[in-house]
């Protein structure tokens, strides 16, 4: 990012910067989008800009929704899908069922969403090139009440069934309270193939499990149990991305882990935009294996073997 200027606007400040060559004008860089953790519009655009390196491969080519929150995590907040317009003419976008997406595909469209108080990016399951065909299998598994605890025991028997099959696993920080397991596959399969696995999968542990696990859409009938969602996998929707910030108390970060470590009681809170960029620097991308094309699986035989 480059340097740039400062200029008062009657009671306002702007602030002007150039990223990849595009000139970009800061509003209110002073704002607090965390004022919990003291975090104004422009030292979180400084975090979004470290974290580009890192969080765009896994955006690129995808349909982008973000969360914004004009006044921070403590004011009104509003999903923006259609591209606003006033966007810069470089921002890149894509059609999909009528919506105008913008697609995140460089650190200038990064830092013009940071400007305009977006805090949370989720992504679609599928991408503009290949729509309707998944590259991965994602399973998000989401506490009814405390402790994080009974979320990890879930990601671990997801883990095993996975395991059984073949299947090699990865997962991430939901940034809240829940985990998100990621399996990569190769990309000629439709939604429909990919929701008989999940399925399958996912009444498999709830069946083996009930006093841990359901599968309930209604919130109010869930218990205490963890809610297995296979379902949010489809097209049209949406997930966190990965080191994605979240609009909560700390500032975390939607941020991958390894198995090893899950399983030595880490805490979700300890990932935030204070301590991201000292764990990329020692870990890099644990995610990275979800970019690479030889490490898809084949899910034919699967597919033979499994109910209709």
Known sequence: MGAGSEVA????????????????????PDKMMYPDDGITKWSYLLHLTRLAPWMLPHCRG??????????????KSFYQKNVPSHAPEWVRTGTWNEVEYILLEDAATLAWLANLACLEFHLSFD?????????????????????????????FYTKEVLDG??????????????????VPIHRRYTFEDTRKVSRFVAMYLAQKYPR???????????GDKVYFDYLQHWRG????????????KGAPVSTPLTWEELNQGIRPEQF???TIHGRLAEKGDLFAGLLAEV???????????LPE
């Open 62 to 75: 995808r349909w982008l929704t973000t969360i914004r929150f004009p006044d921070g995590v403590h004011g």
């Open 9 to 28: 606007v009657g009671a306002k400040k702007t602030r002007t910067i150039r990223v990849e060559g595009k000139e970009l004008t800061i509003s209110n």
């Open 295 to 305: 490490s898809r699986h084949d899910l034919t035989d699967i597919l033979k073997w």
């Open 272 to 274: 935030t935009l204070a």
């Open 127 to 155: 991408r503009v090139d290949a729509p309707d065909m998944p590259p991965e299998l994602v399973f998000d598994l989401d506490p009814s009440a405390p402790p994080f605890e009974k979320v990890v025991e879930v990601a």
């Open 237 to 248: 929707k949406s997930l966190i991305a990965p080191y994605s910030p979240r609009a909560r």
């Open 165 to 182: 099959m073949g299947l090699s696993s990865y997962v991430k920080t939901s940034g809240a309270t829940g985990l998100q397991v990621y």
């Open 212 to 222: 841990l696990i359901t599968i309930e859409r209604t919130v109010k009938n869930r």
